[in-house]
C-alpha cells in the first residue's frame, strides 16, 4: 500500500520548519524548489497573541505544511 500522497515525514517537516523559524526560504526537501509561503492570520481580527501562521506549499509536487511560527522569542 502505498502512501504518499501530499504529506511529507515528521523528518522532512522537521527541515522545513527549521528554515521558517530562521526565516529562511524553505526548501522542499523532495524537490529542491523553494516552497510557496502563505501567512494565515497575522492579527487581521486582532487576536491579541504574537503568533504567525505559515502554510508552505511546494509548488512542484504540492505537499503542504503548517507551522506556527511564534513570533518575538528568541534566545
Ligand atoms: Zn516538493
Known amino acids: 500500500?502505498?502512501?504518499?500522497?501530499?504529506?511529507?515525514s515528521a523528518e522532512e517537516l522537521e527541515q522545513i520548519r527549521g528554515a521558517v523559524?530562521?526565516?529562511e526560504s524553505p526548501?522542499?526537501?523532495?524537490?529542491n524548489v523553494i516552497m510557496t509561503s502563505r501567512a494565515i492570520g497575522g492579527g487581521s481580527f486582532g487576536l491579541g497573541y504574537a503568533r504567525r501562521r505559515d502554510w508552505?506549499?511546494?509548488p512542484k509536487?504540492?505537499?503542504?505544511a503548517l507551522?506556527?511560527?511564534k513570533r518575538g522569542t528568541r534566545n
Open 67 to 69: 507551522y506556527d511560527i
Open 1 to 8: 500500500m502505498t502512501d504518499d500522497v501530499s504529506q511529507y
Open 21 to 23: 523559524a530562521a526565516e
Open 27 to 31: 526548501l522542499c526537501p523532495r524537490c
Open 56 to 58: 508552505l506549499i511546494c
Open 61 to 64: 509536487c504540492r505537499r503542504s
